[in-house]
C-alpha cells in the first residue's frame, strides 16, 4: 500500500549539498599548501601523491555539483532562486578546478618557486586559502539564513562576513602585486619558459581568492532580493 | 415505507458497517497527513504520534465532530424531495459512504492523497442530483462547501504565514533567540490551547449535556489555554540546552524547545481532523439512522444517535492503530527537510482553521488546509524548497476526486434500489 501523503511535497533541500560541495573545495584547496612545500624541497614524489588527492578531491566535488543539479529540477519552490544556487555552485566548483590547475601545471613541468620569493609565495598561497575559508564560513551561515527566513540579524552577520572576504581578497591582490616585482627582479637567473609559467600559477593563485569573492558577491546579490 | 420496516435494521446494520470501514479508512490514511508534519519533523516517534492521535482524534470526533456531522446528514441535500420516498435517501447515503469509500482504497492504493471530505460531498450531491433530481441539491449550501475549499487553505495559509513571522520577529531575529523562545513558545501553546477549547465547549460539549454561556466558555476556554501553556513551560524548562549543538547550528537549541511546542499542535492537529473528517464517514450513516428509527419521517431537528459519534471515533482510532503504524513508518524513513519552528506553523494555523471551520459546520479538507498553510510558510521563505509538482498533483486529485465519487454513488444508488425494491 503506497502512502498517500502530503510529506511529498516537501523536496529535498538544496542547503545541505551545497555546503557539502564547498567542504571538498575546500579539502580540495587546503592541499595546495603542502604540495607547495613539499615541491619547494624537491620532494616530487610527496608533490605527485598531493597532487592526486587535490585531483581526486576535485573529482568528488565534481560529483557532488552533480548531484546537486539533479536534486534541483525546475518548479521546486524555493526561498532562493534556482538561478543564483546554480551559480553559487559553479563559483564554488571553480576554485577546485583552479587549485586543480596549478598543482597539475606545476608538478608536470617540476616548477620551482623561486628562493628569493619563497617565504611570499607562501604567505599568498596562505591567503587565498584563507579567502576560500571565510567564503566557507559565509556558505556555512545559509542554514542559519533559512531558520530566520533570510531577514535580520543573520543578513546583518553574514554581510560582515563577505566584508571581511573582500578584504583578504584585496590583500592577496596586492601580495600578489609584490610578488610579480620581486619576480620581475630575478627573473632573469631562471629560465625563460619558467618564468612565463610562474607568472601564470601567481595568476592562478590569486584567482583562487578572485572566485571565494564572488561567492561573497554572489551571497550578496541573493541577500539583496530577499 | 414498507421497505424500511422490512429491512430497517438490516439497512442500519450495513450503512453502520460501511461507515465504520469509512472511519476505519480515514484513521488509516488521513492519519499520515496530520500528524506526517510532526514525525517528518522528528518532533515526535511514530509510537507517539500513534497514542497522541489516538486520544485526540477520538476526543475531537466525539466532543467537536456534531456540527459538521449535521451538515453532512441534512446541509447538502434538501429533505422535502424526499418525504414520499425516504427509503430512496437510506439508499443514497448508503451509496455515497460506499463510493466514497471504496474511491478511499483505490486512491490508497495507488498513492494518491485524495480528500475524504471531497470524495463524500461528491458522492452525496451525485446520488441526489442524478437519482432523484437535481434540484433535491441544497446548491446554494454545496457552493459554500465547495467555496470553502478555496478558502480554508487560503486562510490558513495568510495564518501561518502571520505565526511564522511573528516566531521570526520575537524569537529568531534577535540577540538571544533561546531565552525569547523559553518566553515566548508558551504563548503559542496558549493560543493551541485557547482556540481548540473555545471551539469545543462551544459546540462541542452540548450533547455531552454540559451548557455553558459565551462569557463561560470564554473563561474556561482562558483557563484551559493557561493550563495547557504551563505545562509546556514545565517541559520546556527540562529541554537540555547543549552549547555543542549550536556551534554546527545556531538555532539547534532554539529548535528543541519548539520540538515540545510541536507536540501540542500535533494534538491540535489530530483533534482538529477528528473534529472534521469523522463525519464523512458518520452523517450518512446518521442520516439512515435518523430515517429508520423514525418510520420513514425526515425530521431534520432530530438529535444524533448516541452511538453513532463514538463509532465514528473508534473506526478511526482502530485505523490509525492498525495500519497507521506502518503508514508513519514510512514517513519516518524519508527525510524532510521541516524543522520544528516551521512545522508548529503550520500545524498551528491548519488546526485552527479546520477547527473553527468545524464549529460552523462547513466540512472541509484537513489536508487541504495544512497544504495552504505550509504554502504560507514558504512563502515567509521558511522552507528550504517545496515540490510544486507534487502540490499540482494532489490539487489535481482533489478536483477529480468530485465527479468520480459522484459517479460511484450513482452506480451504487442504482445497485442499492434495485436489490432492495
Known amino acids: ?70 536534486a534541483l529540477p ?19 566548483d571553480k576554485i577546485a578546478n583552479t587549485a586543480k590547475d596549478i598543482a597539475g601545471r606545476t608538478f608536470g613541468r617540476h616548477l620551482q618557486i623561486p628562493e ?21 564560513n559565509a556558505i556555512s551561515e545559509l542554514d542559519e539564513l533559512l531558520e530566520t527566513g ?26 600578489q602585486i609584490k610578488l610579480r616585482q620581486d619576480l ?40 539583496a532580493r530577499s | 415505507m414498507d421497505i424500511l420496516n422490512t429491512y430497517g435494521s438490516t439497512l442500519i446494520l450495513f450503512a453502520g458497517i460501511v461507515g465504520f470501514l469509512m472511519a476505519w479508512g480515514i484513521g488509516a490514511n488521513d492519519v499520515a497527513n496530520a500528524m506526517g508534519t510532526s514525525v517528518g519533523s ?34 447538502i441535500i434538501d429533505a422535502s424531495y424526499f418525504i414520499d420516498q425516504p427509503e430512496l435517501l437510506v439508499y443514497g447515503m448508503t451509496a455515497a459512504l460506499l463510493a466514497a469509500g471504496l474511491w478511499l482504497i483505490i486512491a490508497s492504493y495507488y498513492g494518491w492523497p485524495v480528500s475524504t471530505t471531497h470524495s463524500i460531498v461528491g458522492a452525496i450531491v451525485g446520488f441526489s442530483a442524478v437519482g432523484v433530481g437535481v434540484d433535491s441539491v441544497t446548491w446554494s449550501k454545496v457552493v459554500g462547501i465547495v467555496g470553502s475549499w478555496v478558502v480554508t487553505p487560503l486562510i490558513s495559509g495568510v495564518i501561518a504565514y502571520m505565526i511564522f513571522m511573528s516566531s521570526q520577529k520575537l524569537i529568531f531575529n534577535t540577540k538571544d533567540p533561546i531565552k525569547n523562545a523559553k518566553r515566548y513558545v508558551p504563548f503559542y501553546m496558549f493560543l493551541a490551547g485557547f482556540i481548540l477549547s473555545l471551539v469545543t465547549i462551544t459546540k462541542g460539549l452540548k450533547h455531552v449535556g454540559l451548557h455553558f454561556s459565551t462569557v463561560e466558555a470564554a473563561i474556561l476556554a482562558v483557563l484551559i489555554g493557561i493550563i495547557v501553556a504551563v505545562i509546556g513551560k514545565i517541559f520546556i524548562n527540562r529541554v537540555k540546552i ?166 460511484l454513488a450513482i452506480i451504487f444508488f442504482y445497485m442499492l434500489k434495485a436489490i432492495f425494491s
Open chain 1, 1 to 70: 500500500m503506497p502512502v498517500n501523503s502530503i510529506l511529498g511535497m516537501f523536496a529535498k533541500s538544496p542547503i545541505r549539498p551545497i555546503q557539502l560541495h564547498m567542504d571538498k573545495v575546500c579539502l580540495c584547496s587546503d592541499l595546495l599548501l603542502s604540495f607547495f612545500e613539499a615541491s619547494s624541497k624537491n620532494d616530487w614524489v610527496k608533490a605527485d601523491k598531493i597532487r592526486n588527492d587535490i585531483s581526486q578531491y576535485e573529482k568528488q566535488a565534481d560529483e557532488l555539483k552533480r548531484e546537486l543539479r539533479l
Open chain 1, 74 to 92: 525546475k518548479g521546486l519552490f524555493m526561498p532562493i532562486d534556482r538561478a543564483d544556487l546554480l551559480e553559487l555552485v559553479n563559483r564554488q
Open chain 1, 116 to 136: 628569493e620569493i619563497q617565504s611570499d609565495f607562501m604567505t599568498y598561497i596562505q591567503r587565498s586559502l584563507d579567502a576560500i575559508h571565510q567564503a566557507k
Open chain 1, 150 to 175: 533570510f531577514k535580520g540579524r543573520e543578513v546583518d552577520s553574514v554581510t560582515k562576513m563577505i566584508e571581511k572576504l573582500e578584504s583578504i581578497e584585496d590583500h592577496t591582490d596586492s601580495l
Open chain 1, 184 to 223: 620581475l627582479s630575478v627573473e632573469d637567473n631562471y629560465k625563460p619558459v619558467d618564468v612565463m609559467f610562474l607568472y601564470k600559477i601567481l595568476e592562478w593563485v590569486g584567482s583562487l581568492a578572485d572566485h571565494s569573492e564572488l561567492i561573497g558577491t554572489q551571497l550578496e546579490l541573493i541577500l
Open chain 2, 42 to 75: 522528528k518532533a515526535l516517534t511514530i509510537k507517539q504520534a500513534i497514542i497522541i492521535a489516538m486520544i485526540f482524534e477520538f476526543t475531537g470526533a466525539y466532543l467537536a465532530g456534531g456540527e459538521v456531522t449535521s451538515t453532512i446528514r441534512k446541509g
Open chain 2, 242 to 407: 547543549d552549547p555543542e549543538a549550536d556551534k554546527e547550528m545556531h538555532f539547534s537549541n532554539v529548535e528543541k524547545i519548539f520540538a515540545v511546542l510541536m507536540v501540542i499542535t500535533a494534538c491540535a492537529m489530530a483533534f482538529a481532523h477528528g473534529s472534521n473528517d469523522v463525519a464523512n464517514a458518520i452523517g450518512p450513516l446518521a442520516a439512515v439512522v435518523n430515517i429508520v428509527h423514525n418510520d420513514g419521517q425526515i425530521s431534520a431537528q432530530a438529535a444524533l444517535a448516541w452511538w453513532i459519534l463514538p463509532l465514528g471515533g473508534i473506526g478511526i482510532v482502530l485505523g490509525l492503530a492498525i495500519f497507521g503504524k506502518r503508514v508513519m513508518a514510512t514517513i519516518g524513513q524519508g527525510i524532510t527537510h521541516l524543522t520544528p519552528s516551521r512545522g508548529f506553523a503550520a500545524e498551528l494555523a491548519a488546526a485552527s482553521t479546520v477547527v473553527i471551520a468545524s464549529g460552523t459546520g462547513l466540512p472541509i479538507s484537513t489536508t487541504q488546509t495544512l497544504v495552504g498553510a505550509v504554502l504560507g510558510v514558504g512563502m515567509a521563505r521558511g522552507i528550504a524548497a517545496l515540490n510544486l509538482g507534487v502540490i499540482r498533483n494532489i490539487v489535481i486529485s482533489w478536483v477529480i476526486t468530485l465527479p468520480i465519487g459522484a459517479t
